[in-house]
DNA sequence: TTGAAAGCGTTACCAT
DNA sequence: ATGGTAACGCTTTCAA
């Protein structure tokens, strides 16, 4: 049979509560036994090789010390990209000092609703998924537990701090850039899932308006399908651009490998620029121009955030007005941009 | 406050029990109530935003539906080596489907001791600690938890399954391939962590006899520490050897690095092969020899294996004896091994 | 088929 | 400073 508490409790000839409080940290009060007593106790948990149940605990206590974080593509850690890796090492960089677990739970994982995101299990969560729908959004607002996000614009989801990158600045940076090298007419590039994503959104918006500032016509948003055969057209003359901004790394990676398929030559023909200036950027022929988001730092930001809210909603406080934090994008300028091709 | 079993029942007018047979799933027995009564119950669920509480549920049921994967050094994913994201979706592959949940902890990854394996957070373990100590590997045998094992060889803990890759025949492809360079006289090169691991020990003696099987003079073991000053030696004639074969990837690379700087040209000096086969393999200069481990199956085996293990000990059965697999590994030839340097 | 009641092991509260 | 007692929310047995 399993030992318990109450077994040492006797073994020590002292009451449950003691064994409690010398074992286990000792809840909310302080140490109330004598180091005599405590010795004996140790001595007697040893002796019966005494194992809390960390489950009547947690069920008790109401904390798990779990934090759980949800990605949107149900679960696997892309090579190509490090952007999952990434997350995980800032996310275990803020919870293992402080003992917190960190979890990966398919259910959450899972499309639609975040339906079990209050049910215990978790003592925060970090959502990562910028494919917010209406209905999770609603279930993430009325939560019973902390939660941050990352890759949301401030203010998606209310009372909910997000942890993104500043958009703005990014597509303000990498417009400037494009004109420097005398651009004027360019596009923005997506891919169907991304499109419907907070972010992919708000990168739109961003190119948008930083293009308008600068005086340039409005991007273009080009969805790109599985058929890349659009881009074909940036070979001849008369091409509607001469630059692509794309929403990720990985979606320009794919644009690259298209163009030199159709003989269209980065960046003579067109300029492309990425996003994430992941390990990829330098892999790539040419190597990519790519705006830099701090990924670890963001989710290490997010994390600790998330901790401190956990822990003052354990004293009970109520939730102060969620902060938001964007992040300073640098643009790595690398080798698939250059001067605006001249003879379209 | 919050809403419980009780408040449904209440208001759907039935007992406690009837609700937790129709929301959860019913433990046990099978439903035992009429449609009409359990559409009832889930109306006023649904009126009640009824949540359940896991922990409750875990703890009554001794439950908790979590796997946690234990890896050696504290966690981090290395962007140099996919080793820790192949176990992961290997994992998670396993996992996911099946609703469990996948957890790192750092209690358990800490050194020493395995003190946490069996206080009832997770229903199995998967060990991926090569570096087993005696004390832990006590722990592991005598936990109340499925565990099972990747990287050691069969039998290194008595009752655990073990998932690991076929050292001995690795060493044989790795020494026959030499052979056929002309290779002779091969060190095998290991860090000074690794070198304390099961699985370094097991290659070191797998070399060893794959060598002697071959006729080949016993191959020396190098433990590489921060000075790589001893690789120079490879340039110069009358080196020792022709042939290293290196513990891991990384480790490899970082000897191909170090004969860079020192003038040893790989493989006209000296020969070096890997073990892992990753992607790191094809960066290097010149790419390198490496015998591929199956690392994604591997983990996906051995979780799967604990799955299956987790079941039937919660049906109460006694754990079979204990299997365990070994996964045949092929070598990668690239461009690190080449003939025998024959002016030494 | 259904309901009542008894725990699971721990911690919090309130006496002493 | 210490110990008794109750309660957390659920599931399971047992009786109806």
Redo the contacts with the bound molecule.
């Keep these: 049979?399993?030992?318990?508490?109450?077994?040492?409790?006797e073994r020590a000839?002292?009451?449950?509560?003691?064994?409690?409080?010398v074992?286990?940290?000792?809840?909310?009060?302080?140490?109330?036994?004598?180091a005599?007593?405590?010795e004996r106790i140790r001595q007697a948990a040893l002796d019966l090789r005494?194992?809390?149940?960390?489950?009547?605990?947690a069920?008790?206590?109401?904390r798990t010390n779990q934090v759980a974080v949800v990605f949107q593509n149900f679960g696997r850690f892309i090579l190509r990209s490090t952007y999952r890796a990434d997350v995980m090492n800032g996310v275990m960089e803020a919870l293992f000092p402080h003992d917190y677990t960190l979890s990966l739970c398919p259910k959450l994982m899972r499309s639609g609703d975040a339906e079990f995101i209050s049910d215990g299990r978790f003592d925060g969560i970090l959502w990562c998924r910028p494919d917010l729908s209406e209905a999770s959004a609603n279930t993430l607002q009325h939560a019973s537990v902390p939660i941050v996000m990352m890759h949301a614009p401030p203010g998606t989801v209310l009372g909910v701090p997000t942890f993104c990158a500043d958009n703005d600045g990014a597509m303000r940076r990498a417009v400037s850039h494009l004109i420097s090298l005398g651009h004027e007419r360019i596009a923005f590039v997506i891919d169907p899932v991304s499109e419907h994503s907070v972010e992919g959104h708000a990168r739109a918006d961003a190119l948008q308006g930083a293009a308008r500032r600068a005086g340039l016509p409005d991007p273009e948003t080009i969805i790109l399908t599985r058929d890349h055969s659009v881009l074909g057209r940036y070979a001849e003359p008369g091409a509607p651009h001469t630059a692509l901004v794309c929403f990720s790394d990985e979606l320009a990676g794919f644009v690259l490998e298209s163009c030199e398929r159709f003989g269209v030559k980065v960046p003579d023909h067109i300029s492309v620029i990425g996003f994430d200036s992941s390990p990829l950027c330098e892999t790539t022929t040419p190597r990519l121009t790519s705006v830099n988001q701090p990924v670890e730092r963001m989710a290490f930001d997010a994390t600790s955030h998330l901790l401190s809210l956990i822990r003052s909603s354990e004293g009970g406080e109520q939730a102060a007005a969620s902060t938001s934090t964007l992040y300073d994008c640098q643009l790595d300028v690398r080798d698939s941009t250059g001067p605006a091709c001249s003879y379209l």
């Design positions: 049979m399993r030992v318990t508490l109450r077994d040492v409790a000839g002292v009451s449950p509560m003691a064994v409690s409080a074992l286990n940290g000792s809840g909310s009060r302080k140490v109330t036994v004598t005599e007593k405590a005494y194992q809390r149940n960390s489950m009547a605990s069920f008790r206590q109401g």
